[in-house]
């Protein structure tokens, strides 16, 4: 069993920057893939980021490359999504999750609670 926590989301200004952290029980980690979704209101829950479990693959959405940054630290248990350049339609909640292949689809074993990112224009 794996447990994951976020943090790190608030209210931010457009154009301005946070970063998400997303803590990890068990001593497993660094065999799961990881990966950042959002689900902003009333719309459906959408991939952001990926990173395989060594860190050396990582893929992005179309609307976030280029603005958003994933990683991880196998040696403290924690996957990262930095962004920069927020914009108002990046207001969501951020969740992250835990599976045994990298992929793009929700086909994670694991997720988060999640946490709330607004982007004030």
């Known amino acids: 069993q794996v447990q994951l926590v976020e943090s790190g989301g608030g209210l931010v200004q457009a154009g301005g920057s946070l970063r998400l952290s997303c803590a990890t029980s068990?001593?497993?980690?660094?065999?799961?893939?990881m990966a950042w979704f959002r689900q902003a209101p009333g719309k459906e829950r959408k991939f952001v980021a990926a990173i395989s479990s060594s860190g050396s693959r990582t893929y992005y959405a179309d609307s976030v490359k280029g603005r958003f940054t994933i990683s991880r630290d196998n040696t403290e248990n924690r996957v990262y999504l930095q962004m920069n350049s927020l914009k108002p339609e990046d207001t969501a909640v951020y969740y992250c999750a835990a599976g045994l292949r990298i992929t793009a689809t929700r086909d994670y074993d694991y997720w988060g609670q999640g946490t709330l990112v607004t982007v004030s224009s």
């Open positions: 068990g001593r497993t980690f660094s065999s799961y893939a």
